[in-house]
T-cell receptor, first 114, second 114 residues
Framework: AQSVAQPEDQVNVAEGNPLTVKCTYSVSGNPYLFWYVQYPNRGLQFLLKYITGDNLVKGSYGFEAEFNKSQTSFHLKKPSALVSDSALYFCAVRDSPGAGKSTFGDGTTLTVKP | NAGVTQTPKFQVLKTGQSMTLQCAQDMNHNSMYWYRQDPGMGLRLIYYSASEGTTDKGEVPNGYNVSRLNKREFSLRLESAAPSQTSVYFC?????????????FGPGTRLTVL
């Protein structure tokens, strides 16, 4: 079985400050990890993924995420937040790249204030 | 390249009525998924189709049926709608192997059952 936890329902940061959205996972075997973003009244959009290789993954809109195997975490980060980053963020995990299903966290609402 | 399209965008049903939600993708993906999104509950998988000709139940399949019509199209049917099925429904398709399972989402269908 696989699972994802996003421990914070809400994260608030000031514009220009660094942001972190937390994610921990559980999976048997090697994890395939994803971050998605959802803007109001829209579908989810892919931000970045970790499959293998460097633990620091860079994605769209200046976001990055750090894979930490020992802590089973995959936190999303950005050095300088923008008001336009305000959205709902989902972490997801799967145990293979092939045909199968991903498990999503419950989501974290990020609010960036001017 | 339209990506993943869903119809309709909005629908209001009365309890007991039936309807089919349509989904199509033009990215030549093998796998397709139906999710529902409810406030505070993240995304829950209803059904998925790993490849043309196969379908499997997800977390919350009761009250739903699916048809993988061909590689492009994956429909979700509510035979007898209930108020508990009021939700936003998202269809997704995914790359396998090289893409690591990245999912691409449609814009969603907002369904209200009275």
């Amino acid at each position: 079985a696989q699972s994802v936890a996003q421990p914070e329902d809400q994260v608030n940061v000031a514009e220009g400050n660094p942001l972190t959205v937390k994610c921990t996972y559980s999976v048997s075997g090697n994890p395939y990890l994803f971050w998605y973003v959802q803007y109001p009244n829209r579908g989810l959009q892919f931000l970045l993924k970790y499959i293998t290789g460097d633990n620091l993954v860079k994605g769209s809109y200046g976001f990055e995420a750090e894979f930490n195997k020992s802590q089973t975490s995959f936190h999303l980060k950005k050095p300088s937040a923008l008001v336009s980053d305000s959205a709902l963020y989902f972490c997801a995990v799967r145990d293979s790249p092939g045909a199968g299903k991903s498990t999503f966290g419950d989501g974290t609402t990020l609010t960036v204030k001017p | 390249n339209a990506g993943v399209t869903q119809t309709p965008k909005f629908q209001v049903l009365k309890t007991g009525q039936s309807m089919t939600l349509q989904c199509a993708q033009d990215m030549n993906h093998n796998s397709m998924y139906w999710y529902r999104q409810d406030p505070g509950m993240g995304l829950r998988l209803i059904y998925y189709s790993a490849s043309e000709g196969t379908t499997d139940k997800g977390e919350v399949p009761n009250g739903y049926n699916v048809s993988r019509l061909n590689k492009r199209e994956f429909s979700l049917r509510l035979e007898s709608a209930a108020p508990s099925q009021t939700s936003v429904y998202f269809c997704a398709s995914s790359e396998v192997i090289a893409g690591g399972g990245t999912q691409y989402f449609g814009p969603g269908t907002r369904l209200t059952v009275l």
